[in-house]
């Protein structure tokens, strides 16, 4: 093992370049523009594990975006391990909010910066360090499946692993996307929370009406809408759906005043939930409204407004049990509608 | 008295005929491409009224739409009646949803359809049948004022009432811009729910976070501020806000099945608050969310909102003491900011 952690510390000038690279490529495959540029991002990861040893390297899409594919044999006997990172990133928003070039990888304080040195071009590089630091002849087979869609909610994934099952079949497998506890301790991720997506609907009336004339008798979807979303929390923050699954998280502590630095609450903004932050983060039910659809303030008027809809992340047990759909506890409006749709992936 | 009321029916037709007139004339100070529309709409009432005997007739501005006043001297030991109404329309919308076209009234089962038929080009005929009835000779004086932006919220009525301030004093204001109880039954308006319009600003954190890794722990705006938004009514739908003023409202009849007409509740909705129809409509307070500031459910990600706004329409005395203000209701949050405009106006 000291020679496998020598080996890495030798290749690892030759992975950061790699990195590098791979970072001024803009793949951003929400932005239809760059679509080529995530093409581009595929023939380099495909190129650096050809280079690295792989005898069978593809490119593949099943109508998304381009997924790379690549596969060492296992020596007889031994068990096949596959390795899955993304080689697109999220767009890169306000320019001006940067600190440094997103594409152009910067190093700041000891850390890498620039879209896509963590997440998740820095699992690409920690792939091919470890397939060279075997000098390309692993004791294990080795399977290399990296996606272009991430980013976008992996649409084709399921087609892709349809299409390509047998290839990517293996004994283990290693996702390279997820995060240390701290720098100074490398970690490993072994669960992580479901996701559900929900959008909920209300109407109440049948047309707009003027809020000077009917306000305090005609009920309006937002305040109805509102009244249902406040439900999902107690006073404390913590979910108020009954009925969902608690696990265990590990019993490691996380200072308060790490959360403060980390999340970026600002002064005078609590914590929501009770219990230890490690459980709360890891192993409870967690509800986020992500957005809703209602008159943006600008162009609002004296209006009763008749029809709104909500968005909402949770995890997976919780959305079925969505109080939103159970009309009787808000002033026993109907038809509240709601609709969902669940994705078996990290949330 | 009598023989008011037959001269009333004697001047009727041309009044109508003013009215439709009147009525043709896109007058929607609110769409920029229009204001010529309400430079005209001014001139035309302006005309109207030196036809029907004012001698002292002038179209004023102060730096918004043009508005008309008019006056007639009253005679020796008469008090003056000062007569409001505006000239402006709401924008049509959207033109499908007409039965008829908006511009053009046009009469249906005895009433008279048009953008402006009713609010409020009806005021003006209103003003304009009682002058006639007179023959231009009340035994009053008489003041007009019929102002161009009354739909866009009045922003110039205050410099107007400053800079005309001796013009249009007067004893008794009558204002034609409200509703009759029925059409079977004329009905004065004798008080009206004032408005406030608030605007409240809720950030936790400095900046977006993946709901996924932070949700539990981490508050996000939107949950926050619905959780204030759903503090400002009870479960039955009355204001939850203490120290409001509440009015006596008249002792009439409301049958539940005409608000449920008259609103346009659909199925299965019930009204909201308690107590009378009458009492919930003209003496309670009444608090309306009227728009929302948040990312729509169309560009929604796997984000906690760091900052969310909403904005709501109140009686005037609710705005200074919204629960918005204390942040020690919503999870102890803070900052939580609140801005509000007050307008004296009718709500």
């Not at 019993?251 to 230890?276: K, N, Q, T």
């Amino acid at each position: 093992m000291t020679d496998v952690a020598a080996r890495v510390r030798e290749v690892l000038p030759s992975v950061r370049a790699d990195l590098e690279a791979l970072v001024r490529i803009e793949s951003v495959w929400a932005d239809p523009a760059r679509r080529d540029e995530v093409r581009r991002s595929a023939e380099a990861v495909s190129k650096l594990l050809s280079d690295a040893g792989f005898g069978d390297v593809r490119i593949v899409s099943e109508g998304g975006a381009p997924a790379v594919i690549a596969h060492h044999p296992a020596p007889p006997g031994a068990p096949t391990v596959l390795l899955y990172a993304h080689h697109d990133v999220q767009p890169e928003g306000d320019r001006t909010q940067w600190h440094s070039p997103p594409f152009e990888p910067t190093e700041r304080d000891g850390r890498l910066y620039g879209r896509g040195t963590a997440d998740d071009k820095a699992g690409i590089a920690t792939h091919l360090a470890a397939f060279r630091a075997h000098d390309g002849n692993p004791p294990v087979g080795v399977t290399v499946f990296v996606e272009g869609e991430e980013e976008s909610g992996s649409p084709s994934l399921g087609a892709m692993l349809a299409a390509h099952r047998d290839e990517l079949a293996a004994d283990v497998i290693v996702i390279a996307d997820s995060d240390n506890w701290s720098p100074d301790l490398p970690s490993l991720t072994v669960s992580l929370r479901g996701l559900a997506d929900c959008v909920v609907e209300v109407s109440t009336l049948d047309h707009g009406l003027h809020s000077g004339m009917w306000g305090g008798v005609a009920p309006d979807a937002v305040t109805a809408l509102v009244r249902l979303l406040a439900s999902l929390h107690d006073d404390d923050g913590n979910v108020a759906v009954a009925g969902l699954h608690e696990a265990s998280a590990a019993d490691v502590d996380f200072p308060a005043e790490r959360v403060r630095r980390d999340a970026g609450l600002l002064d005078g903004v609590r914590e929501i939930g009770s219990g230890s932050v490690v459980q709360r983060l890891w192993a409870k039910p967690a509800i986020t409204v992500i957005g809703i659809d209602t008159t943006p303030i600008a162009s609002a008027s004296n209006t009763l407004i008749p029809r709104a809809r909500a968005r909402g992340r949770a995890p997976r047990s919780a959305c079925a049990s969505l109080p939103a759909v159970t009309p009787a506890n808000t002033w026993r409006l109907s038809p509240v509608t709601s609709s969902s749709t669940r994705r078996g992936v990290p949330g």
